[in-house]
């Protein structure tokens, strides 16, 4: 079945400590995202790239990286930059403006 | 600015009666406008969207959406609601300024509580 998949599923980090969240998708599309979801505030945009080799910044990019060195993937980096890194982490893609499509989710707890 | 607004955090109904959760807009252009559901620790679902149209479009699970394009608002409905229609429900419009993309701007989210 077509579709994206997160992993891990729950992480728990130490203070100081870089993770790496995967995001991979098997649907071909073109575009993914990365935001980030707390209670009460929706959903924040952290990265999202249209293209292999080619990302932008979203709103709350600071203290995140990210890399599209292939079309199924792209992973998230929560830096130690961070200061408020816990939180519920959601991967999307889509063709083009057409809805997004979104993965389960992976949730981050800082220790 | 660009933004949506979920005026309400809860909205409660009674299982069988009509529901609505509301939504308004604010967008550069012509707005495309989305509704996704969230059950707990998942990740979003889609339900509806309108591009052009109609201005009452139909999704899955029974719902549907008025786009009032005076009004700026584009609010989800359902005839009547299920025990399991309970969630968190999300609006979203694209970033008039993304160009192609498919880049969304998310309400803050509405929970929906359905009572048997």
């Known amino acids: 079945d077509g579709g994206i998949t997160q992993s891990p599923k729950y992480l728990f980090r130490k203070e100081g400590q870089n993770v790496t969240l995967s995001c991979e998708q098997n649907?071909?599309?073109?575009?993914m995202y990365w935001y980030r979801q707390d209670p009460g505030q929706g959903l924040r945009l952290i990265y999202y790239s249209q293209i292999v080799n080619d990302f932008q910044k979203g709103d709350i990019a600071e203290g995140y990286s990210v890399s599209r060195e292939k079309k199924e993937s792209f992973p998230l980096t929560v830096t130690s930059a961070q200061k408020n890194p816990t939180a519920f982490y959601l991967c999307?893609?889509?063709?083009?403006?057409?809805?997004?499509?979104f993965g389960e989710g992976s949730r981050l707890t800082v220790l | 600015a660009q933004s949506v607004a979920q005026p309400e955090d809860q909205v409660n109904v009674a299982e069988g009666n009509p529901l609505t959760v509301k939504c308004t807009y604010s967008v550069s252009g012509n707005p495309y406008l989305f509704w996704y559901v969230q059950y707990p620790n998942r990740g979003l679902q889609f339900l509806l969207k309108y591009i052009t149209g109609d201005n009452l479009v139909k999704g899955s699970y029974g719902f549907e959406a008025e786009f009032n394009k005076s009004q700026t608002s584009f609010h989800l409905k359902k005839p009547s609601a299920l025990v399991s229609d309970s969630a968190l429900y999300f609006c979203?419009?694209?970033?008039?300024?993304?160009?192609?993309?498919?880049?969304?701007?998310f309400g803050q989210g509405t929970t929906l509580q359905v009572k048997p």
């Open positions: 999307a893609s889509s063709i083009g403006p057409g809805e997004l499509f």
């Open positions: 979203a419009v694209r970033d008039g300024r993304s160009g192609n993309t498919g880049k969304l701007i």
């Open positions: 649907l071909n599309h073109d575009a």
